[in-house]
């Protein structure tokens, strides 16, 4: 999504607007803080593909981690 019509169409599909409306009812600027302040996520940890943190097996091992 590197061009303004690849947002244009993720945002119509995410917000089921039509295109009338984010063209002419919206002003750019607002809709690029949408996209910039829009939720996402990264998958796996970095190129090492290590696991972060530890398993919890058992009970003592949960309040180790809530530090009781």
């Known amino acids: 999504m ?21 063209l002419w009812k919206l002003r750019w600027p607002t809709i690029q803080m949408m996209v ?6 990264k998958t796996g940890n970095g190129s090492s593909g290590e696991k972060k943190g530890k398993d919890l097996e058992s009970e003592e091992d949960f309040a180790e981690f809530l530090k009781l």
């Open 36 to 41: 910039a302040d829009a939720p996402s996520f």
């Open 2 to 22: 590197n061009s303004p019509w690849g947002i244009e169409m993720s945002i119509l599909k995410e917000m089921h607007w039509t295109r009338e409306y984010l």
